[in-house]
């Protein structure tokens, strides 16, 4: 499946939600553009999850460019993807890589957020790309999690670190990198066990994680991604926020887009937390993955 092929799947809930309500907004004639109309384009769009602030602006979009005249619906979809990318925009790359040595990218997130999936898929895809990949299972405190990790290495084909349930997630940290600088790995990618954003001595242990992990490689870890669950739609604000304020995440892998009409929580993340989107999960296989491009999903939500 190609790239916008794999968006538009994870995104159908949000496109058959923006199909049906927008097209019943318009009669075959067109609508004019009055506060009835823009009141109900406004509902539409929240229920996408985008937040009031993105709503908003989107509709004073189209009540500045077209109050009261008759439009059609592809007047109105044109203005609102325009707005939509804009507030979308982000640059740089998915991963920076480290100039030499192992890049470490460390994950975390919530329980329940399909972190260690999410991990899967971004090593499949590492794979697939040439690069030689190290797990490291740092979430000591389930022995589930590990064991799910331990199978998708297995799937894989790449090297795992564990380390005794209960034990230091840093030292499993500490041991992952090692490995992998001993192993001239190109990629070591550490699970960190779930946690909630308000649990203070999870999020220490996190911080802890980091600094032990510098020691080895001064300028690691490169990445810190945070896997959210695009089913929680607005919730997702306060966790970027919180786990941003920690442990200094340096974007986001968006899951579960495929269960959810709430696409448009990427919006607000983006607009409210300024984190840039890398990735998004858009199904349960390995290869349910896709670098994110702006542009390609606004078009995706919208999509006919």
Not at 90 to 112: K, R
Not at 141 to 146: D, G, L, Q, T
Not at 176 to 201: F, M, P, S, W, Y
Not at 272 to 291: C, H, R, S, W
Request: net charge neutral.
């Amino acid at each position: 499946m190609g790239f916008f092929a794999k968006i538009k799947a994870g995104l159908s809930k949000t496109v058959n939600l923006f199909k049906t309500d927008v097209r019943d907004l318009f009669k075959s004639e067109g609508r004019l553009v009055d506060e009835d109309f823009l009141t109900e384009l406004f509902e539409i769009l929240i229920k996408t999850d985008m937040g009031v602030a993105a709503a908003q602006e989107a509709v004073e979009e189209v009540r500045s460019s077209y109050r009261g005249r008759v439009v059609k619906q592809e007047d109105v979809i044109n203005i609102l993807k325009e707005k939509f990318k804009s507030l979308m925009r982000q640059e740089g790359v998915p991963i920076h890589f480290a100039d030499s040595g192992p890049t470490v990218i460390l994950f975390c997130g919530v329980n329940g957020c399909g972190k260690t999936t999410s991990i899967a898929k971004l090593t499949k895809l590492m794979r697939t790309l040439g690069n030689k990949v190290i797990l490291g299972a740092a979430d000591t405190f389930r022995a589930a999690a590990v064991d799910q990790l331990v199978i998708w290495s297995k799937r894989l084909m790449v090297e795992i670190v564990t380390g005794p349930e209960q034990s230091d997630p840093a030292s499993v940290a500490h041991k992952t990198v090692a490995r992998a600088i001993e192993t001239r790995a190109d990629l070591c990618i550490i699970d960190t066990a779930g946690r909630l954003q308000t649990q203070k001595n999870l999020m220490n242990e996190l911080e802890k994680i980091k600094r032990v992990i510098s020691k080895l490689i001064p300028d690691a870890p490169h990445e810190v991604l945070l896997v959210l669950d695009a089913t929680t739609g607005q919730n997702g604000l306060s966790q970027a926020k919180h786990f941003t304020d920690s442990v200094a995440c340096t974007g986001i892998f968006l899951s579960k887009l495929d269960g959810t009409a709430k696409g448009g929580a990427a919006i607000a993340i983006r607009q409210n937390v300024g984190l840039p989107v890398k990735y998004i999960g858009t199904g349960e296989k390995a290869d349910d993955i896709a670098e994110f491009n702006p542009d390609s999903y606004i078009d995706a939500m919208f999509e006919d």
